[in-house]
């Protein structure tokens, strides 16, 4: 996915300008009952994202194949709905949106995951297949 790195930040900073803005209203109104959306929406949102989006800008081997396209369709909603559900949750008795959420969120973990044992993997095959066989010293007579 062309710039799958950028996109992830971008989302990320949205997510944190939405976090950030619930928490200074919540303490105005000294009413934090929703603090855990807040703090879902930073640290899947914010936190989580940012880091998806600086790995796959750190390891550019991170962005290629169709799995790199499933990780943001998985993860991007799932951070946005998540917090959402948790909200339904609280408010209303409805958490079938986070449970949703959260399998979703569960599913781009685990595709980042593959990803970057996949990237191990290689890097791994990589250093073995340069790295020079050292000489054994020849036994003294």
Known sequence: ???IDIRFLLL???CLTAGVSMGIVMGIRH???LAP???HLNLLGWTSLGLFGLA???WPDLREG???RLHFVLSAPAAVLFPIGIYLSIMHQQPMLAIVAAFLWLGGVLTFL???ARLALAMREEATEAAPVPALPMPAE
């Open 66 to 68: 169709w799995s790199a």
């Open 1 to 3: 996915m062309a710039r």
């Open 31 to 33: 009413d934090f009952s």
């Open 114 to 116: 593959g990803k970057l």
């Open 37 to 39: 959306v807040h703090a």
């Open 56 to 58: 796959y800008r750190a």
């Open 12 to 14: 990320a900073t949205v």
